[in-house]
């Protein structure tokens, strides 16, 4: 990738490159307006942080969602895990469904 040098402050050069990103570097006796080819190297530290959050993401799914059900089965008096389907829940009150007397 290119850079152009926009900057020099002792050991550091600091380098634009094609994304419009401002880069530092060691100062390799580069001057303002130099054009180089920049080697991009993945950081270690990184590579490190994407495999902790790709391990932690692993974990909740197993964890998490592994089970399938969202509370504890419940049980039969033999000791089976029974299901049980959801209550449904029919809050409509209209008029003509409430009894007065």
Do not use: F
């Not at 850079?3 to 580069?30: C, F």
């Not at 932690?56 to 799914?61: E, F, K, P, T, V």
């Not at 964890?63 to 089965?73: F, I, N, R």
């Amino acid at each position: 990738m290119k850079a152009v040098i926009v900057d020099l402050q002792g050991k550091y050069a600091a380098a634009l490159d094609e994304t419009g990103s401002v880069v530092r570097i060691p100062n390799a006796a580069y001057r303002i307006g130099q054009e180089i080819e920049l080697h991009t190297v993945p950081s270690a530290r990184l590579n490190m942080r994407r495999k902790i959050a790709a391990t932690a993401a692993a974990a909740i799914l197993v964890l998490g969602l592994g089970s399938g059900e969202p509370e504890p089965p419940m049980r039969s008096p033999a000791g089976r895990s029974v299901w049980m389907p959801p209550l449904p829940l029919n809050i409509r009150s209209t008029a003509s469904t409430m009894c007065w007397m």
